[in-house]
Each structure stands twice: as C-alpha cells, then as structure tokens.
C-alpha cells in the first residue's frame, strides 16, 4: 500500500497496540487517512531473551501465540490481500481482549480451535489456519518487525506507527490505556504528531499507569479506572 497515509506495525496480542489500534482507527474514519496494519513480533523481538527470568510466566506462551497469529496474518495478506488483514486483526483482537479470559487462553489463541471460527465469522477460508504451524512466514515477520525498528531504534515495543509513510515521522506508541471519546480523539492524534514531528524530540514518559480498560484484562465499564503501576505497584482508585 504505497499510498497509506499511516503504517502500523502490531503485535495481536499486545494490549497497548491493541488499545491504541482502536483510537486510530476512531481517527483514520474520521480524517479519511488509509491505514496499512504491518507485522511485529514481540516473541522475534525477545528471541534473545530468558523468559523464565525476564517475564511473569505466562509470557512466553502468549508471545507465541502472537507469532502464530501473525503468521495467519501473513498468509491472509499474501492471499486475500491488506483489507483482509485490517478485518482479520480487528476480529482477533475482538475475541483477545473485549471478551473475559481463562486460564490458558494465552496458549489456546495460537491454536486452530481459536483461530478458525474467527476466519469463517469473516468469510475468510479457514483453510489459511494452516499458516499457525508454519514457520516459513517468520522470515517475513521478521523483515517487518526489523523494519520497524529501524525506524525508531530498538529499545521499543508494541505499537509502531509511521505517519505519512516512506518518509514520515515513526514512532513508538502512543501508549493509551483508554480509548478516547469521539471527539477527543483526534486533538490527541494532532498532538501526538505535533510533538513526534519535532525532530528534537526523544522521549515523554511516566511509569505509572492504569491498567488497559479492556474486557479481557478484568476492567468493567461500571468500575472506573484504577491507576496503577503494571508491574505490581501502588494503585489508586480514581473517581
């Protein structure tokens, strides 16, 4: 897609790509922007990495099966092109994170039995979930994801955005862990620019952060927001 106005690169069992795939979409309807959604794998990403000592365990079960999905996504595109991929990972990430998890759903995800009702509730062959246990794709995986990080550095993860695309601005993120309003979404997508285009730019950041409000990560929309810091720290209720 040479003519996207924004490039996306995701992971479909990242939360914040997740969450930050929802707000841009919310602004490509309305800006009328052409998005081409990318691949980029967290489990390539941490090939190098010890999970047992660097994450909690149910890590590398989940990257794996975001691996495995992107393979499908691959496949997908290669045979039924990029709009299908954009539906494909939208329904992915509908049964991922706005649906309650279980226990063993971060293996489950990259299986057969997770994948092909989501291929046949999209009119897509469920023949292409063949794709989830071949390997063949990860060398295309890996090309994107090395991209990616090209463009912004390697000391990042999920998402990666490059705005007006080959020459445009990348970078990694937003990280949101809320979907904005309507009408807030597209004054936080100009400020984001704004502040990206900067080339002085570098880094804004806090540790603190509430957990996605997402289904599939507990969050009730009766609840409210808890802010906390995600790897285990203090938390406060806000009103």
Not at 60 to 82: I, V
Not at 113 to 120: C, I, K, N, S, Y
Request: aromatic share 10%; proline share 7%; net charge negative.
């Amino acid at each position: 897609m040479s003519d996207a106005d924004l490039r996306f690169w995701f992971d479909p069992v990242c939360p914040f790509a997740w969450m930050t795939s929802k707000w841009v979409r919310m602004v490509a309807a309305q800006r009328e922007y052409a998005v081409e959604w990318r691949f980029i794998s967290l489990r390539l990403l941490n090939a190098h990495v010890d999970y047992a000592s660097h994450f909690p365990p149910e890590y590398e079960a989940g990257h794996t099966s975001g691996l495995r999905l992107l393979r499908l996504a691959a496949r997908t595109r290669a045979e039924h092109g990029p709009d299908a991929v954009a539906r494909l990972y939208e329904a992915l990430g509908g049964q991922v994170f706005e649906t309650p998890n279980a226990p063993g759903d971060e293996s489950r995800r990259g299986t057969r039995d997770f994948a092909e009702p989501v291929l046949a509730g999209l009119g897509l062959p469920i023949d292409l979930a063949a794709a989830l246990d071949d390997d063949s794709w990860d060398a295309q995986i890996q090309a994107e994801t090395d991209e990616a990080l090209s463009l912004t550095g390697k000391d990042v993860g999920t998402p990666i955005l490059q705005f007006q695309p080959p020459e445009g601005v990348a970078f990694f993120g937003p990280v949101i862990s809320r979907l904005p309003a309507e009408e807030e979404a597209v004054a936080l997508w100009d400020h984001v620019i704004g502040l990206a285009s900067f080339p002085g730019f570098a880094e804004l950041k806090r540790s603190l952060r509430e957990r996605p409000q997402l289904v599939g990560f507990g969050w009730r929309p009766d609840e409210g927001s808890v802010e906390e810091d995600w790897h285990g720290g203090s938390r406060r209720q806000k009103k």
